[in-house]
Antibody, heavy 122, light 107 residues
């Protein structure tokens, strides 16, 4: 059974840092693009970043460039999001998602985690 | 960045109704579009990929069409479990962008 389990969310002060993790199981993690998508309270979905199977390509939404870093450890079947210089507007539920198999491989596909809440507030 | 718009932003419908949601891109995106369903407190679920391909396990009452700048998601006969918010996502160019969502609720 495919599972994605996020962790690492919590309350952090503006300007602080947080590292989110996504533990994957039930599939060959190293074969898939992976994405982070977030949702601010009561708002719509926002694509944040994605990473290629071997980590050689990474892409970000403009609002997090230079502050967030997506990474993966294929040996540990884990995806990460290092978030620095956090702002109030980064407050959201963060989801990790597996890419598609062939078509739309780079996009959030058929498996998502349950999400982890990040709250940036003093 | 490519901007995505959706219409309507919300709609009320009855069980058995045919429902159509439109998504428009600010520039041509070929068929690089997916549709997602999200229920309150839950993770999104992809229904359609490549504009018109049904995700495995998704009921056949869901269908997608379109190419270029205009796309539609159709639910042929609305079921009680389909009341949710629906989003489109373009992945033609970075950054990927979601539409603002369409909330489907009970009439």
């Amino acid at each position: 059974e495919v599972q994605l389990v996020e962790s690492g969310g919590g309350l952090v002060q503006p300007g602080g840092s947080l590292r989110l993790s996504c533990a994957a199981s039930g599939f060959t993690f190293s074969s898939y693009w992976m994405s982070w998508v977030r949702q601010a309270p009561g708002k719509g979905l926002e694509w944040v970043a994605n990473i290629k199977q071997d980590g050689s390509e990474k892409y970000y939404v403009d609002s997090v460039k230079g502050r967030f870093t997506i990474s993966r450890d294929n040996a540990k079947n884990s995806l990460y999001l290092q978030m620095n210089s956090l702002r109030a507007e980064d407050t959201a539920v963060y989801y990790c998602a597996r890419g598609g198999v062939v078509v739309a491989a780079t996009t959030p596909g058929d498996y998502w985690g349950q999400g982890t809440l990040v709250t940036v507030s003093s | 960045d490519i901007q995505m718009t959706q219409s309507p932003s919300s709609l009320s419908a009855s069980v058995g109704d045919r429902v159509t949601i439109t998504c428009r891109a600010s520039q041509g995106i070929r068929n690089d579009l997916g549709w997602y369903q999200q229920k309150p407190g839950k993770a999104p679920k992809r229904l359609i990929y490549a504009a018109s391909s049904l995700q495995s396990g998704v009921p056949s009452r869901f269908s997608g069409s379109g190419s270029g700048t205009e796309f539609t998601l159709t639910i042929s006969s609305l079921q009680p479990e389909d009341f949710a918010t629906y989003y489109c996502l373009q992945h033609n160019s970075y950054p990927f962008t979601f539409g603002p969502g369409t909330k489907v609720d009970i009439k």
